[in-house]
C-alpha cells in the first residue's frame, strides 16, 4: 500500500491545478490519469483543440483578412483534414508537454493507470502489462471531468456521425455537414466549418441561441452566422438519423428531411464516473449524474472532494482549475488566500465572431426587476477596429441607473474574450461606469471602446432624467 495526503483523480484542468496547489503546500501528491496523455478535455479533445482549430480557421479562410487588402475571401483550395489538424497537434502537444513539467515541477507522482474505488481513502489503479497498484491518501480529489452524451438513437457506429470528441478524428472534411445540438460546443464547430466554406446546418429545439447571453449579442451572432451561410434550424429536432450509401438523411420533426455528408452531435455532456466504483467509498450521483459538493467542494464523504465538471455547471476549463484549488485549500487548511471560486466569472464563446460576457444581461435585469441603463462601443467608430477590419464588433455595459453601477459587460468581435477581462474586474470591484470614463486607454486599441461604451451610457442616462422631469 502506497500513502500519499492526496491522491487526485484526473489530471485535465481541476486535476492538475489542484494537485499543484496541494504539491505547494508541502503535500506529498499522487496524480492518477487513464488516458496515454495528461490534459484531460481542457487539452486533448475540448477546449485547446477547438480554440485552435478556429484559429485555423480563421487562418485558411482569410475571413479576418477578409476585404482589408482589397483582395476577396477565399478559402485555400484543397485545403485537408492534414492542413487543418497540423497546428492543433502541435499546440496540444506542446501543452501536453507544459502540463508534465508542472506536474514533474511540484514533485507530483504521476500514475497512468485506470483508478476506481477500493475503498473510502483507497484507490487502485490498472495499469496496462502491470499488476494493480493500491494508493490510499488522507484527502482524494474527484476531478474525473465529463464525457460527450451520445443518445442511443444516434448511429454513431456510422462513420459519418461523431460526437465532439470524434470531431478530432475526421478522415475527411465533409462535403456538408449537419450540427445537433446550438450550444455553445455547437455554435463553435459550426462557425469553424462554416468559415471554411463547408455548407453547415444547425439544428437546435430551442427557439434562440445560447439563452445564456445578452439577447442582443445572440441576435448579432445569428446575423453572423447568415453571413456565412449557415443554415440555422431552430425550434426544430431531428426524428431520425438514416444512413445512405451517399450521405447521412435527417428527418426532421417538422416533417422535412436533409441529406448531409456528415453529422456532429453536440448533445451536452455527462460527467464521468460510471467505472471509477464510487459506492465502494460512500458516494453516489444526484438526480442529474453528477457530483454534489457543499461550497468547500466536499462531497458527502468529508474528506473526498470534487472538482470541475464533474460537479456540473458551469464545467468550464477555467472554474475547473479553480474549483480544485479552492477545495484544497479547504481540505488542507492551507493559507486562507483563496477560500471561494470568485462570484463573477466570464464567460467566453470562441465561435466566429468571439463573444464574452460577464455579470448580467439586459434579460436578466428585467426578469430581476433591476432598472438599468445600456452603453454601446462600437468597433466601427474605433480606430483599432477600424485597422483590424473588424466593423461589427461591440462592447455593452449593462449598468444599474442612477446609480451607473456596472452590472454586466457584453462583448462581440476581436478578441472578446480578453476585452471582458476589462469589464470583469470593474464588476468585481464594484466600478460605476465613470470608471471607464476616466481611464485613459492605449490609442488605437480595442479597448478604448470600453470609454465610448461609457459615454453612451452617460447620455443614456441624461435622456433617461431628461424624459421623466
Ligand atoms: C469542444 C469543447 C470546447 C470547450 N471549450 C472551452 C472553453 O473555450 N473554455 C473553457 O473554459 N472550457 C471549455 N470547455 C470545457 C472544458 O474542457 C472542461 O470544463 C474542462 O476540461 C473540465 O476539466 P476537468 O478537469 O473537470 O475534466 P477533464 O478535462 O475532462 O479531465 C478529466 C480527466 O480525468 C481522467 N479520468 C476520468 N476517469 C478516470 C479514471 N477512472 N481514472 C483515471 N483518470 C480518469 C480523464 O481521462 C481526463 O483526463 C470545452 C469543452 C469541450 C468538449
Redesign the pocket.
Known amino acids: 500500500m502506497e500513502r500519499y495526503d492526496l491522491i487526485v ?8 491545478k489542484g494537485a499543484a496547489q496541494a504539491a505547494y503546500f508541502g503535500k506529498r501528491v499522487a496524480v ?4 496515454p496523455y ?10 485547446v ?3 485552435t482549430l478556429r484559429e485555423t480557421a480563421l487562418y485558411f479562410s482569410g475571413l479576418s483578412q477578409h476585404g482589408l487588402y482589397g483582395v476577396d475571401y477565399q478559402v485555400k483550395s484543397e485545403l485537408t483534414v492534414k492542413d487543418l489538424m497540423y497546428r492543433e497537434q502541435e499546440v496540444v502537444r506542446s501543452l501536453r508537454q507544459v502540463i508534465t513539467e508542472n506536474i514533474a515541477r511540484h514533485k507530483i507522482e504521476y500514475v497512468q ?4 474505488f477500493e475503498d473510502p481513502h483507497t484507490v487502485r ?1 490498472a495499469i496496462e502489462g502491470q499488476p494493480d497498484r493500491l494508493l490510499q491518501a488522507d484527502v482524494i480529489l474527484i ?6 452524451t451520445r443518445p442511443k438513437d444516434v448511429p454513431f457506429a456510422d462513420t459519418r456521425v461523431h460526437d ?2 470524434e470531431i478530432l478524428e475526421l478522415e475527411r472534411l465533409p462535403r456538408s455537414l449537419a450540427v445537433v445540438g446550438a450550444g ?2 455547437g455554435c ?2 459550426t462557425t469553424i466549418f462554416g468559415a471554411l466554406g463547408i455548407k453547415v446546418t444547425l439544428i437546435d429545439g430551442r427557439d434562440r441561441l445560447l439563452g445564456f447571453l445578452d439577447g442582443e449579442m445572440a441576435d448579432q451572432l445569428r446575423l453572423q452566422m447568415g453571413f456565412l451561410g449557415i443554415d440555422l434550424r431552430l425550434k426544430e429536432n431531428v426524428a431520425r438519423y438514416v444512413p445512405e450509401a451517399f450521405g447521412v438523411r435527417l428527418e426532421l420533426q417538422s416533417g422535412g428531411s436533409l441529406v448531409v455528408d456528415q453529422v456532429l452531435v453536440a448533445a451536452g ?1 455527462v460527467a ?2 460510471q ?2 466504483a464510487i459506492e465502494r467509498a460512500g458516494l453516489a450521483v444526484n438526480k442529474r449524474g453528477l457530483l454534489a459538493v457543499n461550497e468547500r467542494y466536499q462531497t458527502s464523504v468529508r474528506h473526498i472532494y470534487a ?4 460537479i456540473g455547471f458551469p ?6 482549475m479553480e474549483q ?1 484549488r479552492v477545495a484544497m485549500v479547504h481540505a488542507f487548511d492551507l493559507p486562507k488566500y483563496k477560500t471561494q471560486v470568485a462570484p463573477v466569472f466570464p464567460l ?1 464563446v ?1 465561435t466566429i465572431p468571439e463573444i464574452a460576457m460577464a455579470g448580467e444581461t439586459e434579460e436578466s435585469c428585467r426578469q430581476n426587476k433591476i432598472d438599468y441603463c445600456v452603453g454601446r462601443g462600437f468597433y466601427r467608430t474605433n480606430a483599432r477596429g477600424q485597422i483590424v477590419g473588424d466593423l461589427s464588433g461591440e462592447i455593452k455595459l449593462v449598468f444599474r441607473y442612477p446609480d451607473k453601477r456596472l452590472l454586466g459587460v457584453h462583448v462581440i468581435g476581436e478578441i472578446a474574450a480578453e476585452l471582458v477581462h476589462i469589464g470583469l474586474i470593474a464588476l468585481q470591484t464594484e466600478c460605476t461606469i465613470d470608471m471607464f470614463v476616466n481611464t485613459v486607454f492605449n490609442y488605437p486599441s480595442l479597448s478604448d471602446a470600453y470609454k465610448y461604451a461609457a459615454y453612451d451610457g452617460l447620455g443614456a442616462v441624461q435622456r433617461r432624467e431628461a424624459a421623466t422631469r
Open positions: 483523480i484526473g489530471s485535465g484542468p481541476a486535476g492538475e492518477v490519469e487513464r488516458e495528461p490534459g484531460g478535455a481542457g487539452t486533448n479533445t475540448g477546449t483543440p477547438s480554440k493507470g485506470h483508478a476506481a489503479v476531478a474525473t471531468g465529463s464525457v460527450p465532439s470528441d455553445v460546443i463553435e464547430y455532456r464521468n464516473v467505472t471509477l472538482a470541475g465538471d464533474v464545467a468550464l476549463a477555467s472554474t475547473s480544485a467566453a470562441y
